[in-house]
């Protein structure tokens, strides 16, 4: 139900809407004119009025799930994925073995984070498959379709952390679909997801050779490579994803990590200012900016950006602890003392033993932190007259 150009609307698709109203006008509760006026409507692409319309239709025949089905495309089509599962569920109730119906309703419940039912619908849907196509001829359309319920499950159990199923279930979509860019990209982060980065790297490939311009493919590749401490190939692969996408935060906030990894701090710098002119509440962005200018020297600009960041996630013993190497190096040991307090509070193994390891913090600043912080004194209450 796809809507057509506006060149086709103009002959085709308001005709028939014309004509369908003009049939309402004379018998207003005609099925047959409002089902095909609620199907035009949508076919021009005005959804919101062909949901109106199909509402008026399954008040007068409720039991018809080819209606119900196609509402459901509608209600996909405006966003509200969750009614779509409930009118494919309908359809499904009047027709059980609706192959259609079955494949979006595991499509919906995927959308609004049902995984494990959107699981167990895919696992329907590719038996209903099996079944159907049986006497079928192996076609590329057949084989297109079985790929994508196969992509379908496989996401699934990615969110599932089912991560080797997950990778059974892409190389089955593969099998029949081996020109999909997004299969190949999501096997990808379901073997980085087991540490498997080499591998996970050539997936990536695969998929940015067959769409070179799709940006998220390069982040990806960027992040692994980062991993496996190959900097300067990790940079290249940032960069061409900022090429493609120059105003998505994220991009320039992974920008400036691999520059921080190649000591580029003063890039780095600018990269997390870049990423915070487009998402000024990242808390992480606003971290690393701070991690940026400690590292140039510019302690107490770094003070503050780690309180930009504190201030949106409040309890980030990282941030905490570096305020205190930071306050060391300006040598105001009370904050020093005050702000490694606050990271042991919320991490104590870690930042006590990072604490011990650091030059930069003292032994007189771990000993006045492990200590306990003294007691609030508490002013006595003033007696009450006539007491």
């Known amino acids: 139900m796809t809507p057509l150009s506006d060149a086709a609307v103009e002959p085709v698709i308001v005709d028939k809407i014309s004509v369908y109203q003009r049939m309402l006008e004379a018998a207003p509760e005609s099925f047959l004119a409002w089902s095909h006026l609620s199907y035009f409507l949508a076919c021009a692409g005005r959804y919101q009025a062909s949901q109106q319309a199909y509402v008026r239709t399954l008040q007068l025949k409720p039991r018809a799930p080819r209606i119900w089905f196609n509402y459901a495309i509608v209600l996909e089509r405006l966003g509200n994925y969750g009614e779509a599962v409930q009118s494919y569920m309908h359809a499904l109730v009047l027709s059980p073995s609706y192959f259609k119906a079955i494949c979006g309703k595991s499509r919906n419940l995927y959308r609004i984070a049902h995984y494990t039912e959107a699981l167990a619908s895919y696992e329907q849907a590719i038996l209903q498959w099996r079944l159907q196509s049986g006497g079928f001829p192996n076609t590329l359309g057949h084989e297109a379709t079985i790929a994508e319920l196969w992509y379908g499950k496989g996401k699934a159990l990615t969110k599932l952390k089912r991560f080797d199923e997950a990778i059974a279930s892409f190389e089955k979509a593969l099998v029949g679909n081996p020109h999909s860019a997004k299969i190949w990209a999501s096997l990808g982060q379901a073997l980085m997801s087991q540490g498997k980065h080499e591998t996970a790297i050539s997936h990536f490939e695969k998929a940015i050779k067959l769409q070179p311009n799709h940006a998220l493919f390069w982040t990806y590749k960027g992040c692994l490579l980062k991993r496996l401490e190959k900097y300067e190939a990790a940079f290249e692969c940032f960069e061409q994803a900022l090429r493609l996408e120059p105003t998505v935060p994220y991009l320039w906030h992974h920008h400036g990590l691999s520059l921080m990894s190649m000591g580029r701090y003063q890039e780095a710098q600018n990269s997390f200012e870049t990423a915070l002119k487009f998402q000024a509440y990242d808390y992480k962005s606003w971290l690393r900016l701070g991690w940026a ?61 990072c604490a011990q390891r650091d030059p930069v913090l003292s032994g007189t600043h771990i000993k006045a932190a492990l200590e306990p912080a003294p007691p609030v004194l508490k002013m006595p209450q003033p007696l009450a007259i006539g007491s």
């Open 293 to 353: 200018l400690e590292k140039m020297g510019a302690y107490e600009k770094a003070i503050e950006a780690y309180y930009k960041s504190l201030t949106i996630e409040p309890d980030q013993a990282f941030a905490f602890y570096r305020q205190s190497r930071c306050y060391a190096h300006l040598q105001d040991a009370y904050s020093a003392v005050e702000y490694l307090r606050r990271a042991i509070s919320l991490d104590a193994a870690k930042y006590t033993a």
